[in-house]
């Protein structure tokens, strides 16, 4: 799930048509370093978009031990956009999930466009209703990744001598 998360290639993927377009809006994300990777510290990468509506617009990924995401996006008027992710495995595929979104407004008094329909101001109960469906779009592709690798031969366990890079392709020199 961090992984994923942490992947901003997979937002227009797995979140068609709420905060990306499949079809429309992939794109090359190339990740500049801002804070070095360290076991107790984490990490900080600016993600680096090739597309030009993203002008002035700063994306940042950061991940802090043991469990927090933090994906934070800055727009030229000064507003910000936040999405603090916590994860704790429970056990094997499963994980346990808090989130927050966070949207703090430009010096134009206005608000940033935040995760489509959920950041609109909605009664508490509709947000509770509504939550899971984000998070959904992620686990559906999550768990057939996770069978598609368990039939090539790979296992997620400790003491396991399946090499992850073996069963998979990746293009870009951040997956390497």
């Given at each position: 799930f961090?992984?994923?998360?942490l992947d901003p290639a997979h937002v227009s993927v797995s979140h068609h048509g709420i905060t990306g377009n499949r079809y429309t809006s992939p794109a090359f994300f190339d990740l500049a370093t801002v804070r070095k990777?360290?076991?107790?510290?984490?990490?900080?990468?600016?993600?680096?978009?090739?597309?030009?509506?993203?002008?002035?617009?700063?994306?940042?990924?950061?991940?802090?031990?043991?469990?927090?995401?933090?994906?934070?996006?800055?727009?030229?008027?000064?507003?910000?956009?936040?999405?603090a992710l916590f994860a704790s495995p429970t056990r094997p595929g499963w994980v346990r999930h808090i989130g927050c979104q966070v949207l703090v407004?430009?010096?134009?008094?206005?608000?940033?466009?935040?995760?489509?329909?959920?950041?609109?101001?909605?009664?508490?109960w509709l947000l509770h209703v509504t939550a899971s469906l984000f998070l959904h779009q992620d686990m559906v592709f999550l768990h057939h990744q996770e069978k598609i690798l368990a039939r090539r031969g790979y296992q997620n366990a400790a003491g396991s001598d399946s090499e992850y890079l073996q069963h998979v392709f990746t293009p870009t020199p951040q997956d390497k």
């Open positions: 961090m992984e994923n998360v990777s360290t076991a107790q510290g984490g990490f900080k990468q600016r993600v680096i978009p090739e597309t030009p509506s993203s002008a002035g617009t700063q994306n940042f990924v950061e991940f802090k031990p043991p469990s927090l995401v933090h994906i934070a996006t800055e727009y030229p008027s000064g507003g910000k956009f936040v999405l407004e430009g010096e134009d008094g206005k608000l940033p466009p935040g995760l489509g329909f959920f950041a609109l101001p909605l009664p508490v």
